[in-house]
């Protein structure tokens, strides 16, 4: 018996494979961003949203709490992902200027049962995976595993990979739950490499799949995250506490840098790099309290949420890998060397206290405040032995309005004010890996939400968002260069169009505009660097008989200025994806295959990014996947 136990166990712990057959057309509520296992809708994703690196603003939620991200969550404890803008971002206890990640964590459902899946990634990454829910009275437990034993990446990158999770959880009491999950991924895989510029024109494109780094070089990394999660209501109050611990850890990592002219004539080096660990620690602790006066409802909140971030420093070692051309000349080669070097730390602690006082009257009216006080305490080493610390004390608000005009209508608006992370400099610079300061960021939105149906929904905004912002100097050097602000328009139409189609659609044009010295100097230009001005996205899924339906996926994102001097550009990019699902039974038990091909249309060349650096635009690629639902078999038909 203690055997099948563990057994049992052992097979509950999967994910990936169930969620991978869900889609995220039918969940998503707007079509700013969802995802769901391998599965992505809308305009925008975990790491960019109007235009800026949510990696590097840092504002993630877990379930709506504070967390401070060195690592992201994987698909094993993951109900889903979405994008928090516009209407459905006003009533967070926590806005952020640039938007919010909110991570979703999985749950048992009602069945116990266990899902296994067998297929084919991008690429031709092979995969087993799976996934479990199993619940006895008060407990329950979610989660899985993928392992992928040929990894295969879209820059020709070979490896292998595994994922393991799960989510556990306690019902207390009636209004009372604690839980809590853990993850790891684990992969390792041939060195990363990176294309800049040599001049001021886009090099020819990369041999598709292709890995441009010295045979040698290696990446092995591990992703691990941990949490508890405490919610509960007292009558009219209700109490959050939350703690979580995210970890990134890297063995050895080599990055190979090329730069390209526009013949394909490149130099490359090597950035070799020991092992090195991003530690962050976050908790928050939340009270609230509900009052009813006749119409009106009131809310108060106060709360407190910090965290500790150290990110481990290290010299690189560059090992030339001498000229070559892009088109004609195998892979760059050069004397491998072991790394030696020096070592630093950077550490920053960030505490705010908060207070919050939201209003509503009956269904038409809704006004909520946030008033936040932030310490900001920084501490460097760096990897030339000096030592440096700051302190930063900043306030903060937001404020939001939602009035229902009609039953079908309703208008919303907000302003929010806030401190976020900067990020890091990027390899291609001269100060490469160093920790950018906080900086202060701006947002003010106007929109309408309005209802064509009850289930089709179409959300409409005008936003401006500003703040410092980072780019290359004259001295190669990366770090702020002036303020940027973007303004612009965004539309969403999500939702059912009849009982068989589900669309979700959406648009967004701004204008990105960069102020300061460096501008007026000429040394900078006025547009940002490495972000489309103009995304179009637009996904439909239709439900067929037998259980099948299909599904299509087109996106359009306008050109880039491919360097912060605005001296050229990469072009535009379309994608076309088609795929197609089909649910049916298995002797008795749920199946499900799944196909889905993407970049159909083989669409080449490269996305410009801020940091200066020229990333292939992955090439055309087609996933299947075939799961079997395990459990207790359904009653056989009379």
């Not at 919050?356 to 030339?384: I, N, P, S």
């Not at 309408?448 to 050097?477: C, E, M, N, W």
């Amino acid at each position: 018996m203690a055997r099948k136990k563990i057994a049992a166990a052992l097979l509950l712990l999967a994910a990936g494979a169930a969620h991978a057959q869900d889609s995220a057309v039918t969940v998503a509520a707007d079509a700013f961003g969802e995802r769901v296992g391998t599965e992505q809708s809308g305009l925008y994703s975990e790491t960019q949203v109007r235009g800026f690196d949510l990696t590097e603003s840092g504002a993630y939620r877990i379930d709506d709490a504070y967390f401070i991200r060195t690592a992201a969550l994987n698909d094993p404890v993951l109900a889903g992902v979405g994008v928090r803008v516009g209407v459905n971002a006003v009533r967070l206890a926590y806005p952020a200027p640039s938007g919010v990640v909110d991570y979703r964590l999985r749950e048992a459902g009602p069945t116990n049962q266990i899902r296994l899946g067998v297929g084919l990634r991008d690429f031709g990454t092979r995969v087993v995976q799976g996934d479990g829910s199993w619940r006895d009275g008060d407990l329950g437990f979610a989660g899985g595993f993928v392992w992928r034993p040929q990894l295969r990446l879209p820059y020709g990158n070979e490896g292998d990979a595994f994922d393991l999770g799960g989510v556990g959880a306690w019902q207390l009491a009636p209004a009372q739950r604690l839980r809590a999950f853990a993850t790891m991924y684990r992969r390792a895989y041939d060195g990363d490499y990176a294309v800049i510029p040599g001049g001021s024109a886009v090099p020819p494109n990369l041999e598709a799949l292709r890995n441009y780094s010295p045979s040698w070089a290696r990446t092995a990394a591990t992703n691990s995250n941990f949490g508890v999660l405490y919610d509960g209501r007292f009558g009219e109050y209700t109490v959050d506490a939350t703690a979580f611990r995210s970890r990134f850890a890297i063995d050895r990592s080599d990055y190979t840098l090329i730069s390209a002219d526009a013949d394909g004539i490149a130099a490359a080096t090597d950035y070799r790099n020991p092992g090195i660990t991003l530690l962050a620690d976050s908790a928050e602790v939340r009270v609230g309290g509900q009052f009813e006066t006749g119409a009106l409802s009131q809310l108060a909140t106060v709360s407190v949420r910090g965290g500790r971030k150290t990110v481990d420093l290290t010299s690189n070692l560059e090992i030339p890998l001498g000229t070559f051309d892009l088109q004609r000349d195998a892979t760059p080669a050069g004397i491998e060397q072991p790394w030696s070097g020096t070592r630093g730390t950077d550490t920053a602690e960030q505490v705010t206290a908060s207070a919050g006082y939201g209003l509503a009257w009956r269904e038409r009216l809704q006004l909520r405040f946030g008033a936040h006080r932030t310490r900001y305490d920084k501490h460097v080493l760096t990897v030339v032995g000096v030592r440096t610390a700051g302190i930063n004390d900043t306030s903060s608000f937001d404020a939001s309005a939602v009035y229902g005009f009609t039953d079908r209508t309703t208008l919303f608006g907000s302003w929010v004010t806030g401190l976020e992370q900067a990020g890091v400099a990027p390899t291609s610079a001269t100060n490469r890996d160093d920790v950018l300061p906080p900086v202060e960021a701006r947002q003010i939105e106007l929109g309408v939400r309005y209802a064509f149906t009850p289930g089709l929904t179409f959300i409409g905004a005008l936003f401006d968002v500003s703040k410092p912002t980072s780019g290359f100097r004259a001295d190669r050097s990366f770090g702020v260069v002036g303020e940027v602000r973007h303004r612009g328009v965004e539309a969403s139409l999500s939702g059912s169009l009849g009982s068989k189609t589900s669309v979700v659609l959406g648009a967004v044009a701004f204008q990105p505009r960069v102020s300061g010295p460096l501008v007026d100097a000429g040394v900078v230009g006025t547009r940002a660097a490495g972000i489309s001005h103009v995304i179009v996205n637009a996904n439909v899924e239709r439900r067929l008989c037998n259980g099948w339906s299909v599904d299509a996926a087109v996106g359009y994102f306008g050109k880039r200025w491919a360097d912060t001097a605005n001296t050229f550009e990469t072009p535009s990019v379309t994608t076309v994806s088609l795929g197609a699902r089909c649910r049916f039974t298995l002797g008795r038990r749920p199946a499900d295959f799944r196909i889905l091909g993407s970049n159909l249309t083989g669409t080449g060349g490269y996305w410009a990014s801020p940091s200066g650096v020229l990333t292939p635009i992955a090439p055309r690629t087609v996933r299947a996947l075939f799961t079997v639902t395990l459990g207790p078999a359904p009653p056989a038909a009379p």
